[in-house]
């Protein structure tokens, strides 16, 4: 493993609060399937809906993705939508067949489901951030794991598929749920602060601070973020960079593990 390939322990996730903006990650269905057996607690949550045939996301194609310990990779993620800027933001990363990871809002997946189908569709990641951003480490362990379950059967009926990955909202977890994650914690090392300053130039001035193996924290829920993607997409291009999920410019992430960054090159696997 590489230094930059930082894993920090979910305690230590846990007791940094790595941003006011924060992002979060519920747990999925294998957070029951793993950890718990379905107790009251659980048996009372909803259960998730296959999605009709119609409604259902298609499988995104196969893809060989690049090799990001021999090739410059970057992880684009975006919190707290799906939002009405989500549309355009797919269509600009689609410019550059870049990958992102969104980590959904629970409460904004029944809102917006056929944007979360086209995410999928079109082969982007989707991580759990919470039903609506509460801060995880203020809410009883119980209420926690509802609210993670929760999210997750909403994604499943929107698009068919689970969250692989947790964030949690303001990188924040509480200890005690650590056991209990079945799906890693994607965290960060490029923080825009673009949820702050709600201003395209600052946003493409903080993307500088971008490097191969980067972890990058945005939200498509603000059209200035959305404004200042075609110039950060078209400068990164213009530096080589692969655009890919979480996973993979992680490699093979752990569960319950916390990433703030991922493989470059002349890491090792
Ligand atoms: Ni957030």
Redesign the pocket.
Known sequence: MSSRLAALSIATAAVLTL?L????APLSEKWVRYSFAPGPEESGEATATPPSEDQGAKPAAERTPPNCSKVKCVALTF??GPGSYTTELLSLLDQYDAKATF?L?GGNVKKHPQIVRDEVAKGHEIGN??WA?KDLTKMSVAAAKRDLQKTDDAVKQAAGVEPTLV?P??GSLPRSLKKNLAVPIALWDVDTLD?KTRNTKSTIKAAEKIVPGSIV?M?DIHKSTVDAMPTILKDLDAKGYHFVTVTELIGHPKPGIGYGSGQHPGSKD
């Open positions: 941003s903006a924060g992002c979060s919190d707290d980590f809002i951030h919470t951003h964030r909202p303001f949820w924290l939200h």
